[in-house]
């Protein structure tokens, strides 16, 4: 419809005047551009009275419990295999691993990285 369209239009240059702001007072480097663009998009549509999913309207794309193997940790955004789950949630979603752990409802100590993995970096550590 005409009015969604205008919202959209409107959340979009809210977003650029936001990004802009930003940038001019701090330094990011241009790889972290789109996180924050991200960020700053799912902050503005939760204000905006946007349609945003409940946490019980949640679903995740693997059962939590299942979401932790030695070798990998599952995205519970879309079911993908990661040794370490950071740079895919910022790039892809513009989520920080507290907003993930948020989003989900999952605890403070919730692994980013597969327990293998970490335990082979630390030993080259």
Not at 21 to 37: D, K, Q, R, T
Not at 80 to 86: A, I, M
Request: aromatic residues 6%; proline residues 9%.
């Amino acid at each position: 419809t005409e009015e969604a369209e205008n919202n959209t239009d409107a959340l979009i240059e809210l977003i650029a005047e936001v990004v802009s702001a930003y940038v001019s007072n701090n330094p990011l480097p241009v790889g972290e551009l789109p996180a924050l663009i991200g960020q700053v998009h799912t902050a503005l549509k939760g204000t905006m009275g946007g349609p945003v999913a409940k946490p019980e309207d949640l679903k995740p794309a693997v059962p939590i419990r299942k979401s932790v193997t030695p070798d990998y940790i599952i995205s519970l955004e879309d079911g993908k295999k990661f040794k370490s789950l950071k740079r895919h949630l910022a790039t892809h979603y513009g989520l920080t691993p507290e907003e993930y752990r948020a989003k989900w409802g999952l605890s403070a100590d919730y692994p980013m990285v597969a327990p293998n993995y970490a335990a082979a970096r630390s030993a080259l550590a």
